[in-house]
């Protein structure tokens, strides 16, 4: 597999929990409640609100048929299946979120020089639409709101050639640009390699940079290390930057001057690697506010990496205790217990690998946590809506390895979880950081991405472990737009819904409550 505070408003709604030790991690397979078995997908899937109701949907792709599906999530936590399409090519890439800002998630997808595909969603079903140009060899995607103007741009990773950037026209339509990011790396290269993006806010100045995990079939083998074909790039965005301590917003017509906006920075921050990667995630490992680093390689082992804060890296792989990572595919750093700690999940060429964070930095490997076959590719959410992170997984596209569902089980860990609403910053807050203060004064910190690993898309409600006692002090939303939520003493257990105030230099209005459920 080697390279080949105002709110908006709140919709509370109260799950209620199954009592067992504190800690446990434990799925159970509920592949029965899964329509049109056997399914076989293999790649790329999604995970997301389609319709509005506050449940978790799942898009997906069968492997042979090429048929492109959604299973609506229903309040029974059953699934029901409409097929959207045949398409010609298995999409590499699975993007769901809200293009043209309609209160409506779309449907995205791209994979072997087809173009990217819209699925336009009206409600009563979804419209299509091919972005014509530039056609790639689309490997992992994201929709990420790239120059801050409130609306979902496409970032796609190209496999033969330089990545491409299409720009939202504020309608939910695209067009290509090519100065915004100088992705190029020496004259002699192609610039192919592209396979798994990650935007974060690595240094902390409040705004996205860009993090791509790079691997090339024709640069395989320790000989070739140095070929920047497969050496991964670091892209920190200028829009705003740490001077003498205070962030400062720069004034410079970034559009025009892209050399001034993004700069490579892979080897000053110590993240430029080159193992191969398939895949790269971002989270807070030991909830000190910053945003650590997952590597996955197949030419060296799976990394992790420390952030001191100020987006320079220390690996801590030895320390962490993952190892015996085989040809990675997938990796995602999400707390599974709920325990406040983030986990980290793993698949690829070997069977799941599920590995608990001890809150020490050090991390446990849940044996068969997922099964014992093979597992490719998956995307999470919340499943049945109690609260925990499910997982939806596929494997090799065999006869008897159908796709799975894992319903993850309540262990006594309390949560909240956070959908958000854009107004003036992107509908689906891309690109928000969300920081639950507990009672303890422990800071939680998480961001909101669209697109992620390997051509997923997991949920864009936040789940957020609270461990077992602790209550919530305060929960703070940070909007792209520079706008700030701040949320006082909420209960736990239960899913808010917040939007973003509309604000100007002298005072907000706030959005009008409205009951949806």
């Not at 026209?169 to 192919?192: E, L």
């Not at 220390?314 to 040809?327: A, H």
């Amino acid at each position: 597999m080697k390279c080949s505070l105002v709110i908006g408003f709140l919709i509370l709604v109260t799950a209620g929990s199954v009592q067992f030790s504190y800690g446990q991690i434990s799925f159970t397979n509920a592949t029965d409640r899964l329509p049109d078995r056997p399914f076989v997908g293999f790649l790329s899937k999604a995970v997301g609100d389609l319709n509005g109701d506050g449940l978790d949907d799942l898009v997906r792709t069968h492997s042979r048929t090429k048929k492109l599906s959604l299973l609506t999530h229903t309040t029974a936590h059953t699934f029901t299946s409409t097929t959207l399409s045949t398409l010609t090519v298995e999409p590499i890439a699975t993007l769901v979120g809200d293009v043209d800002k309609d209160h409506r998630n779309d449907i995205l997808t791209a994979g072997f020089f087809d173009g990217v595909t819209v699925r336009y969603n009206q409600g009563s079903g979804f419209v299509a639409d091919t972005v014509k140009s530039p056609k790639i060899w689309m490997q992992g995607a994201n929709l990420v709101d790239v120059d801050n103007d409130g609306w979902l741009d496409v970032f796609g990773c190209n496999d033969v050639g330089l990545n491409q950037i299409w720009k939202n026209d504020k309608t939910g339509r695209f067009s290509p640009v090519t100065n915004w990011i100088d992705m190029r790396t020496v004259p002699a290269s192609d610039n192919s390699g592209n396979y798994g993006s990650v935007w974060s806010d690595i240094d902390n100045d409040g705004d996205l940079d860009l993090y791509l995990a790079k691997c090339s079939r024709y640069a395989v083998g320790p000989q070739n290390a140095g070929d920047p074909r497969r050496i991964n790039q670091l892209f920190i965005n200028h829009t705003y930057d740490r001077i003498n301590g205070q962030i400062v917003k720069n004034t410079a017509n970034f559009s025009l001057d892209p050399t001034n906006w993004f700069s490579e920075a892979a080897a000053a921050s110590n993240v430029k690697i080159s193992g191969q990667s398939w895949t790269a995630d971002f989270a807070d490992i030991d909830n000190d506010g910053d945003q650590d680093l997952l590597v996955t390689n197949h030419e060296s082992p799976t990394m992790l990496l420390e952030n001191d804060g100020t987006g320079h890296f220390t690996d801590i792989t030895t320390q962490s205790g993952i190892t015996g990572v085989v040809e990675p595919l997938q990796g995602l750093m999400r707390d599974f217990d709920n325990d406040g700690y983030v986990d980290v999940l793993i698949t690829g060429d070997m069977a799941a690998q599920l590995w608990r964070n001890n809150g020490n930095k050090t991390f446990t490997l849940q044996t068969g946590a997922l099964g014992t076959i093979k597992t490719t590719s998956f995307a999470l959410g919340d499943l049945n809506h109690d609260g925990f992170l499910d997982v939806y997984a596929s494997h090799y596209p065999k006869a008897d390895a159908e796709d799975d569902l894992w319903l993850n089980q309540p262990n006594g860990n309390h949560y909240v979880g956070i959908t958000l609403q854009g107004i003036q910053s992107n509908a689906n807050g891309v690109g928000t950081k969300i920081v639950v203060q507990r009672s303890d004064g422990v800071q939680l910190v998480r961001e909101v991405r669209g697109g992620e690993s390997y051509g997923i898309t997991n949920s864009y409600t936040q789940l957020i472990g609270l461990g077992a006692t602790a209550s919530i002090s305060r929960i703070e939303v940070q909007w792209p737009s520079g706008q700030r939520s701040r949320l006082d003493s909420p209960a736990s257990d239960q899913f808010l819904v917040l939007t973003e105030p509309i604000c100007t230099l002298t005072h907000c209005v706030p959005i009008q409550a409205t009951a949806i459920r």
